[in-house]
């Protein structure tokens, strides 16, 4: 089993830029959630989804912040336009149901200059 | 309040030493509760779950005081490998299932 896989692994941008991340589930996981990591505020729920659907947006920032689920092997993440507070890592995980275990991928390191 | 907290630590303990860390949540709702542990630049990863009646995974020993609202992890025998940082977290349900990490404590197992 390949785990959760994300990619970049790594992303150093400019203020003002659009910055994508992207997540793949562990196949047969039916929940995908979106977390931000920084020093100052742990570890936060941005969104999650089931069965492809967002349930719970209530984390996500602002408006700058979008998130997809097209279908159920593949997710996006999406900032437009990145400021430097969005500094951060991004993780992804995933889980058969929203209460079961987590599996997290090896998140994204956000730099945003 | 915060919905979950936790003593950020660091725990510096000897090797051979008894460690315990408490989270208290502040949602009396809350209807599931995990320990994770996440080493230094890595992603978390599930250390166990915290049932009602408390258990046991080796050194690990989870409970859950629900009439004072915390969870609890006690590690036995503390090793250089358990130097973490170790988030609890915390799932109410209703609506829509909430889901909340704590900010985590750290541990260093020291020689």
């Known amino acids: 089993d390949a785990g959760v896989i994300q990619s970049p692994r790594h992303e150093v941008t400019e203020m003002g830029q659009e910055v994508t991340l992207r997540c793949k589930p562990i196949?047969?996981?039916?929940?995908l959630f979106w977390y931000r990591q920084t020093m100052m505020r742990g570890l936060e729920l941005l969104i999650y989804?089931?069965?492809?659907?967002?349930?719970?947006d209530s984390g996500m920032p602002e408006d700058r912040f979008s998130a997809k689920m097209p279908n159920a092997s593949f997710s996006t993440l999406k900032i437009q336009p990145s400021e430097p507070r969005d500094s951060a890592v991004y993780f992804c995980?995933?889980?058969?149901?929203?209460?079961?275990?987590?599996?997290f991928g090896p998140g994204t390191r956000l730099l945003v200059l | 309040r915060k919905e979950v907290e936790q003593d950020p630590g660091p725990f510096n303990v000897p090797e051979g030493a008894t460690v315990a860390f408490n989270c208290t949540y502040s949602?009396?709702?809350?209807?599931?509760f995990f320990w994770y542990r996440q080493d230094c630049r890595k992603e978390p990863k599930l250390l166990m779950s915290?049932?009602?009646s408390g258990n046991e995974d080796g050194r690990f020993t989870a409970q859950l005081n629900r009439a004072s609202q915390y969870i609890s992890l006690l590690i036995r025998d503390s090793k250089l490998s358990d130097s973490a940082t170790y988030l609890c977290?915390?799932?109410?349900?209703?609506?829509?299932?909430?889901?909340?990490f704590g900010t985590g404590t750290r541990l260093q197992v020291t020689l």
């Open positions: 995980a995933s889980s058969d149901w929203p209460l079961e275990t987590q599996y």
């Open positions: 196949s047969g996981h039916n929940s």
């Open positions: 989804f089931n069965n492809n659907v967002p349930i719970d």
């Open positions: 949602n009396s709702a809350s209807q599931s």
């Open positions: 915290v049932y009602s």
């Open positions: 977290v915390v799932i109410s349900t209703g609506t829509a299932s909430k889901l909340t």
